[in-house]
């Protein structure tokens, strides 16, 4: 076309009828603009080709490289930018993510804990996964579900989805956690995950607690359902009011199964980057949770939680048959738990 239009300008000139100049000069431009039309008219339907019918980029074109933040070396293996398949992080794409995993016992403050971090607005902490058994089955289902959570492809209500800031989950010791240490251990250190340890100091008021619930399982006092736990003072209240009694035989023995089973998780998991804390210490000092935040890079916020705590008295007041439990411990490396205690107010 560029080409007809040239020789049909150099007719008009050398032989076509005389011309004033200026009619000339207005075919040529003419002539340009439509060459330009043209050139321009292919380039931007190359660029109309890069657009999905949502109307945005495809993924190939729009992918660009995430610039790590600035870290000490050691802490880069532990920064991920995430390329789930179920969504678009969109605007967020090269907002790091830090992954984590909440390590835990039943009755040890977990679920309260958990509650606390999914209050900030950037953490997503996908509760007890793997309390389903058929995806702690073997440990190639375990590894699958963790890259899913890892990768913001495990979908919960406590997803944040774009802009999370730290991804993880809740895992019970005894829920495939401890056997399979090692290639779970290899698996965190391979991904950057951080492990927060999170027991209780007093496993007598655990064992307590444990005792209490499986009552609450059974019975289910509130209005026919069973609950962990509860979010008002009357349904607390209603819960507390069950002393079980101790089985003072087995007390000790269940005792130092317990304490083992936390000493050996620490030696398991020792190699992986993680922090221990301790339920009773962050209910007595609330900035306990500050060092969390920072443990996980995520900016500080105040952590809020819905539940209402169970039991809250003195143990003595929690159990049938505590002059009975006083004779078993006394004397014994766990004696102090008759006397270490807090205060809920």
């Not at 049909?8 to 200026?22: A, C, E, R």
Request: proline share 4%; hydrophobic share 40%.
């Amino acid at each position: 076309m560029a080409d007809d239009l040239c020789f049909f300008i150099k007719d008009m000139l050398i032989v076509g009828p005389p011309v004033k100049k200026s009619l000339v000069l207005r075919i040529s431009l003419v002539a340009f603009v439509m060459i330009c039309g043209v050139f321009m008219c292919s380039i931007g339907l190359k660029q109309i080709s890069n657009f999905t019918k949502a109307g945005f980029y495809d993924t190939k074109v729009a992918e660009r490289h995430c610039e790590v933040p600035i870290v000490e070396k050691w802490e880069r293996s532990y920064v991920h930018f995430p390329k789930p398949t179920t969504f678009n992080r969109a605007e967020c794409a090269c907002n790091p993510v830090r992954y984590f995993v909440i390590a835990s016992t039943q009755r040890s403050g977990s679920g309260w804990f958990e509650t606390l971090l999914n209050s900030h607005i950037n953490v997503s902490s996908n509760g007890e996964i793997f309390s389903v058994k058929p995806r702690r089955s073997n440990i190639s289902t375990i590894i699958d579900t963790l890259d899913k959570i890892y990768n913001l492809d495990w979908l919960t209500s406590a997803s944040k989805n774009e802009c999370t800031s730290a991804v993880g989950l809740k895992w019970m010791l005894n829920q495939g956690l401890m056997q399979n240490h090692e290639a779970i251990a290899e698996y965190f250190n391979a991904k950057g995950v951080s492990v927060i340890f999170l027991f209780r100091r007093n496993l007598l008021r655990r064992r307590i607690s444990i005792l209490a619930n499986a009552y609450d399982q059974s019975a289910k006092p509130l209005n026919g359902k069973h609950k962990s736990h509860v979010h008002s003072s009357e349904e607390a209240k209603i819960l507390a009011s069950y002393k079980p009694l101790v089985n003072t035989t087995l007390l000790i023995p269940e005792l130092q199964q317990a304490d083992n089973m936390v000493k050996q998780a620490l030696e398991y998991f020792n190699s992986t980057r993680h922090i221990a804390l301790y339920y009773e210490d962050i209910i007595k000092n609330h900035t306990v949770l500050n060092d969390v935040q920072d443990f996980l890079r995520i900016p500080r916020m105040e952590l809020k939680s819905r539940q209402v705590k169970i039991h809250k008295g003195p143990l003595q007041e929690q159990v049938e048959n505590w002059g009975d439990i006083e004779k078993v411990l006394n004397g014994t490396p766990y004696e102090n738990f008759l006397h270490e205690d807090y205060k809920v107010s």
